[in-house]
């Protein structure tokens, strides 16, 4: 594996008292570092 050659993405769903939290990130899996985040309230 060489880097930037495989990237996994993850996408979690939190039930929070007003609605839904969203989390979404992509992980290099060479380096195993997060490249991206993405956080969002519903």
């Given amino acids: 594996m060489r ?10 769903y939190v039930l929070m008292a007003r609605g839904f939290m969203f ?3 992509i992980i290099n899996m060479y380096s195993r570092k ?3 985040e993405y ?4």
């Fill in 23 to 25: 989390i979404n990130a």
């Fill in 3 to 12: 880097p930037n050659q495989v990237w996994q993405t993850d996408i979690t």
């Fill in 34 to 36: 997060i490249l991206m």
């Fill in 39 to 42: 956080l969002k309230f519903n």
